[in-house]
Nanobody, 121 residues
Framework: QVQLVESGGGLVQPGESLRLSCAAS????????MGWYRQAPGKQRDLVAT???????NYADSGKGRFTISRDSAKNTVYLQMNSLKPEDTAVYYC???????????????WGQGTQVTVSS
């Protein structure tokens, strides 16, 4: 059993910052790519950023220059530093991880339960 648990969401004012964390736990052999996605009410879930096991990052245009994704492989944790937040960043933020849960299984995609980020004055 694998769990991804996000934390760090909350209510902030425009221009402020938040740091999200997502820790993967359970039966994990190796984690490949980890990422953050977000879903605003009535909209589809969209990419925010991803990071590979080698540290290569990819960002959606909406977060470039404001968001930074990082990971601590020893802790199976991925972070999302969000600066200069805007009201349009309001959404539920989900993390995911592509990982192997044992030496005989293929890589599978796991999702966290999401954390709410609200940017409002």
């Amino acid at each position: 059993q694998v769990q991804l648990v996000e934390s760090g969401g909350g209510l902030v004012q425009p221009g402020e910052s938040l740091r999200l964390s997502c820790a993967a736990s359970g039966s994990i052999v190796t984690i490949s790519t980890m990422g953050w996605y977000r879903q605003a009410p009535g909209k589809q879930r969209d990419l925010v950023a991803t990071i590979t096991s080698g540290g290569r990052t990819n960002y959606a245009d909406s977060g470039k220059g404001r968001f930074t994704i990082s990971r601590d492989s020893a802790k199976n944790t991925v972070y999302l530093q969000m600066n200069s937040l805007k009201p349009e960043d309001t959404a539920v933020y989900y993390c995911n991880a592509v990982l192997r849960s044992d030496y005989y299984s293929r890589y599978s995609l796991y999702w966290g339960q999401g954390t709410q980020v609200t940017v409002s004055s």
